[in-house]
C-alpha cells in the first residue's frame, strides 16, 4: 500500500535552495533510510513529510493518516532537569490528550503495551535520567509507537549512543518493521543501513534512490556513491573496511579504490572493534 508520494519538491530559506526536484513514493512495506552530509537538507525533508514545515501541495498521502506517524527527533529531552518516568514520557506519545488532561488505565495499559513492544516494560517506573542512551531511545520509540502508530520516522536514533546500543535499535527496528510497521530514518552509518534497510535514499539536496539491498547490489551503490558524490567519504560516515577479511570483497575493492584515488592510507583511519553480519570490520576516519 502506498503511503505517501512526493512529486518534484522543492524548498527555499533564505534565497538558498535547500531541496532540489524531490520525487519519492513511500510503501508500507518500505524500510527506507536517508544518508547524506550535514546539511543536505535531511532533517528539513523529514519535517516537511510532517507538516512541521509549509510546502506547496507536492507531497500527497494515500494510505496513511498524519496522526498515524510516529516521530522520533534526534534531540529529545531538551531540559536535562526535567526528568519525568518513564511511562510518563510514554504517555505524552497519546495525541488525543489535551494538556492538563488526566490519562485513564486504558492509556497506562496502552503505554505499558508500547513498552513492552521495545523490551522497556520493567523500567515503567524509572526516572528517565536513570537510563542509558540506548534505553532512553527504546522509550521514545515506544512514545512514537503508543497511539496507533503505522509508520515511524526517526532523526539519527543511534547518533548519541555506542556501537552495540546501535545495532541494537536497528535490530528493534528491524523487528517492528516485520510486525507490519514502515520504518524511514535518518542516519550517518552506510554500515547499519546497508543492513538493515531495503530502500537507500542519497540526499545531498537532490535525492539518489536505491531499491535493491542484495549483496551484489549493495555493491554497486557503494560504487555509484563513491564515483558520483566523491564528498560522502568527507562527512562522519562509517567507510566500508578496506581491511576485510574476506576474499573477493566487492565493498572492499570499491573502498581500495577510493584510497587510491583520494591518495589517503590506511593509518588514516582509526578501527572500531566490532562486526556487523556483511562485512568484518567499521572504520572511520581519523582526522
Known amino acids: 500500500m502506498l503511503f505517501f508520494e512526493i512529486s518534484n519538491l522543492n524548498y ?87 494538556i492538563f488532561g488526566f490519562y485513564s488505565k486504558k492509556d497506562k495499559n496502552k503505554a505499558l503495551e508500547a513498552l513492552a513492544s521495545v523490551g522497556m516494560q520493567d523500567f515503567w517506573d524509572r526516572k528517565i535520567n536513570e537510563l542509558s542512551g540506548g534505553q532512553k531511545q527504546r522509550v521514545f520509540i515506544a512514545r512514537a509507537l503508543v497511539d496507533e502508530c503505522k509508520m515511524l520516522i526517526l532523526d539519527e536514533p543511534t547518533a548519541s549512543v555506542d556501537s552495540k546500543s546501535a545495532i541494537q535499535i536497528f535490530e528493534l527496528l528491524s523487528s517492528l518493521h516485520e510486525k507490519g ?44 556513491l563513491y564515483e558520483n558524490h566523491s564528498h560522502f567519504c568527507d562527512v562522519e560516515m562509517s567507510l ?19 584510497f587510491a584515488r583520494r591518495n589517503l592510507k590506511k593509518s588514516n583511519f582509526k578501527k572500531e572493534n566490532f562486526c556487523l553480519k556483511f562485512c568484518k570490520g567499521y572504520f572511520k576516519k581519523n582526522m
Open 12 to 98: 527555499a530559506y533564505n534565497n538558498e535552495t535547500i531541496l532540489k526536484n524531490i520525487n519519492l513514493s513511500y510503501d508500507s512495506k518500505d524500510f527506507l533510510s536517508i544518508i547524506g552530509p550535514n546539511g543536505a537538507g535531511k532533517s528539513t525533508l523529514v519535517k516537511l513529510i510532517l507538516g512541521l514545515l509549509k510546502t506547496k501541495k507536492t507531497i500527497s498521502f494515500h494510505g496513511l493518516k498524519k496522526n498515524e506517524i510516529g516521530y522520533v527527533p534526534q534531540h529529545t529531552l531538551a531540559n536535562p532537569n526535567f526528568c519525568p518516568r518513564v511511562i510518563e514520557i510514554v504517555l505524552m506519545g497519546l495525541v488525543n490528550k489535551k
Open 240 to 258: 566500508n573496511s578496506c581491511f576485510c577479511d574476506e576474499e573477493n570483497c566487492e565493498k572492499k575493492k570499491i573502498c581500495e579504490q577510493e
Open 181 to 224: 510497521i514502515g520504518i524511514l530514518l535518518i542516519c550517518h552509518d552506510i554500515n547499519l543501513v546497508l543492513a538493515y534497510s531495503d530502500k537507500i535514499a542519497y540526499l545531498n539536496k537532490e535525492l539518489f534512490l536505491h531499491t535493491n539491498t542484495k549483496e551484489k547490489d549493495k555493491s554497486v551503490f557503494l560504487k555509484h
